[in-house]
């Protein structure tokens, strides 16, 4: 079955430092995975995907993403944190079961402090 | 056009008022979805419109009947609904379905609260 796991609920990370969001998966075939901000009382918002190629993929704001496929990880960091990163994220797979259907995981909830 | 807009930002209606919610894109998007969200989970998919068709109703109580009247808008009517119905109800657009890496577009969302 298709399915996405974000283990942490919470990251609290200071601001300037790293930050990582965790993400595994499963799917049958190829997965396509894509990250997912949400803002309080605002619509998600597409921050970058992964479909072939270079493992490490680039998005919106400084974002990026680390595709490992033995570890079935879709990793998004960022280098330097801002306070202003502070939201609800949310991992999603999408394959060739259900329909197409995105399945998204159960979000993580991200909290930087100044 | 890179935005996908939705009317209106908020609604309050008793369980046997009718209204309807309303979605629009104009970036040529073949594909358009309603979900639903309770606060702080995930989205959860209600319908997919292909091409002006409905492909996709995960179920949804019969109180909820979406309608696709072009290709570029969606709309949502509700009618008899339960306090439970309270939610932010998503409109998200993509190029078609068949291809799963198209990545979908969110409104802003409408804020529905059932009393």
């Known amino acids: 079955a298709q399915s996405v796991a974000q283990p942490e609920d919470q990251v609290n990370v200071a601001e300037g430092n790293p930050l990582t969001v965790k993400c595994t998966y499963s799917v049958s075939g190829n997965p396509y995975l894509f990250w997912y901000v949400q803002y309080p009382n605002r619509g998600l918002q597409f921050l970058l995907k992964?479909?072939?190629?270079?493992?490490l993929v680039k998005g919106s704001y400084g974002f990026e993403a680390e595709f490992n496929k033995s570890q079935t990880s879709f990793h998004l960091k960022k280098p330097s944190a801002l306070v202003s990163d502070s939201a609800l994220y949310f991992c999603?797979?999408?394959?060739?079961?259900?329909?197409?259907?995105?399945?998204f995981g159960a979000g993580t909830i991200l909290r930087v402090k100044s | 056009d890179t935005e996908v807009t939705q009317t209106p930002k908020h609604l309050v209606m008793g369980m046997t008022n009718k209204k309807s919610l309303k979605c629009e894109q104009h970036?040529?998007?073949?594909?358009m979805y309603w979900y639903k969200q309770k606060a702080k989970k995930p989205p959860e998919l209600m319908f997919v419109?292909?091409?002006?068709?409905?492909?996709i109703n995960e179920s949804v109580p019969s109180r909820f009947s979406p309608e696709c009247p072009n290709s570029s808008l969606l709309n949502l009517h509700l009618h008899a609904l339960q306090p439970e119905d309270s939610a932010l109800y998503l409109c998200a657009s993509s190029q078609v379905t068949e291809v799963s890496y198209n990545e979908q577009f969110f409104g802003p969302g409408t804020r529905l609260t059932v009393l």
């Open positions: 970036m040529g998007h073949r594909a």
């Open positions: 999603a797979v999408r394959g060739m079961e259900y329909g197409n259907k995105l399945v």
């Open positions: 992964y479909i072939t190629g270079d493992n």
């Open positions: 419109y292909s091409y002006e068709k409905l492909s």
